[in-house]
């Protein structure tokens, strides 16, 4: 009988060999996406995350006779949990081979953890907040994975399952084709649209036009985001941390701010060149050459990637989001870009998923977040 052993992650090297562990359980997997090592590394640590503010965290990492077997994080957020009025811990960071003791010796660290805590419920995937990665895959296993989300296996479901989780909310993302063309009148009713809302489409040459407006942009996220599963309020100190990430590299031409009479954020999308197929190249190391593989995707990707997108409330069911898309449509004719992928989107989330039926979308993934009683 195999031998497993739960072992918390304690110093930094431990926690590179976390970081590291689904590029060994994945190696050469074609629908696997790495993750930028520094990013993740710099999520994971109470020094550079601004979320441990409010948050607790721990990790830890399963060996199968003495060898690498799985990982999982376990993270307490007070923030949620007054906000939400829940008590609830999560688990994030899961991964794990395809061994009934590893997964539930894994989960089962976070459990007793929870209930050591006074916690009465577990959930997850989760990260620190929602726009952390979130959500195990359940439907869309030969789909290539994103940037911004995570691939599993089809067993890793299953074996939550097995070990008594129940589904407590799905998130579906959907894949959208780019028009070969752009229908001579759909200018003409994104001006009509922002007209009779008393709108304008920000016009920028260069990324430092957009930062006037990123704290605009954060704010709208809060507002809009709120009521959404899980979801806290940002704080100042996450808002400058994740201005720094998205609109460091970003491309201008896939940001679309639209702001109102008084010059204030109403509306934003932000997208980017898939990253996807450069990431596996580099195997999500920037150095010493994966940064030639990032910059050539930035500019010669053919799937654009979705990342965020809100609408102030007012203007609603107004067809702002048609103007945003047709102000992607664009640049993506331009560099040659054929296909979109959104982001996850919750599937009670009806005034989101509206949107897209105009658009001629296939639904090509479903992640769930798990819950159990403890």
């Known amino acids: 009988m195999a031998m497993i052993e739960i072992r918390e992650v304690r110093s930094d090297a431990d926690l590179k060999r976390f970081v590291a562990f689904p590029d060994v359980l994945y190696r050469n997997h074609p629908h696997y996406v790495p993750k930028l090592v520094g990013e993740e590394l710099s999520t994971l640590r109470r020094d550079r995350n601004p979320a441990f503010e409010y948050c607790e965290a721990r990790y830890w990492m399963a060996y199968r006779d003495g060898q690498p077997a799985g990982r999982i994080a376990g993270i307490i957020s007070q923030r949620y949990i007054e906000t939400w009025q829940r ?108 007209e009779r809302s008393k709108l304008r489409l920000l016009e920028t040459r260069h990324r430092r036009d957009l930062l006037p407006h990123v704290s605009g942009v954060f704010a709208l996220v809060n507002a809009a985001y709120k009521d959404l599963y899980s979801v806290v309020l940002l704080t100042d100190r996450q808002v400058q941390a994740y201005t720094k990430s998205f609109f460091g590299f970003i491309n201008h031409e896939f940001v679309k701010i639209i702001l109102d009479r008084e010059g204030r954020v109403a509306a934003f999308g932000i997208a980017m060149p898939s990253l996807s197929r450069a990431l596996q190249k580099c195997r999500g190391r920037l150095f010493p050459f994966g940064f030639i593989h990032i910059l050539r995707a930035m500019n010669a990707a053919d799937r654009l990637d979705l990342l965020l997108i809100a609408v102030r409330a007012d203007l609603q069911n107004k067809g702002i989001p048609a103007v945003i898309m047709n102000g992607f449509w664009k640049p993506c004719l331009a560099h040659g870009i054929r296909h979109a992928e959104t982001g996850p989107m919750l599937e009670t989330n009806e005034k989101v998923l509206a949107m897209w039926p105009p658009f001629h979308p296939r639904q090509h993934r479903r992640r769930r977040c798990f819950r159990k009683a403890l």
Do not use: Q
């Open 87 to 194: 008590s609830r811990v999560r688990f994030g960071w899961i991964d794990f081979v395809d061994d009934a003791e590893v997964a539930g010796a894994l989960l089962g660290a976070v459990e007793d953890w929870g209930r050591s805590r006074g916690l009465t419920e577990i959930h997850g995937p989760l990260g620190f907040c929602d726009l952390d990665r979130e959500g195990m895959l359940v439907e869309g296993f030969d789909e290539l994975d994103m940037l911004i989300t995570n691939y599993n296996f089809p067993y890793y479901p299953a074996r939550l399952e097995r070990l008594g989780y129940e589904k407590d909310v799905d998130w579906i993302e959907f894949e959208v084709p780019v028009p070969a063309a752009m229908p001579d009148n759909v200018d003409r009713l994104a001006r009509v649209v922002l």
